[in-house]
């Protein structure tokens, strides 16, 4: 199970942090990955956390502005985005890949098994 939070309307160059928590299974042992979903397009891996802190971003464009992080001891993944831009608009979900510890270079989603619900982000420009 896991619950996203920390979405909302912000304006171009803004920030927002995203938190996903997850119960009912050991977080810390896996892998955790943020994808989005913006109207008309698919799903895509934004970044990804494996049990020990190593990141493997999926998008070229959000390098530089995007942080993934993790608390474990709090079962908690965070998700820093700075200089927000219009194309960033999406609902985010946070996945957990029960399959691996560690992220995958190539995305494998389906490998995520668990799924939050999203939460949504909009940057007006």
């Known amino acids: 199970h896991l619950v996203e939070s920390g979405g909302g309307l912000v304006q171009a160059g803004g920030s927002l942090r995203l938190s996903c928590t997850g119960s009912?299974?050991?977080?810390?042992?896996?892998?955790i990955a943020w994808f989005r979903q913006a109207p008309g397009r698919e799903r895509e891996g934004v970044l990804c956390v494996g049990h020990g802190g190593g990141v493997t971003a999926y998008v070229d464009s959000v390098k530089g502005r995007f942080t993934i992080s993790r608390d474990n001891a709090k079962n908690t993944v965070f998700l820093q985005m700075n200089s927000l831009k219009p194309e960033d608009t999406a609902v985010y979900y946070c996945?957990?890949?029960?399959?691996?510890?560690?992220?995958?270079?190539?995305?494998?989603?389906?490998?995520?098994?668990?799924w939050g619900q999203g939460t949504q982000v909009t940057v007006s420009s």
């Open positions: 996945a957990a890949n029960l399959m691996r510890s560690q992220c995958n270079s190539d995305l494998r989603q389906h490998e995520y098994a668990y």
């Open positions: 009912g299974f050991t977080f810390g042992n896996y892998a």
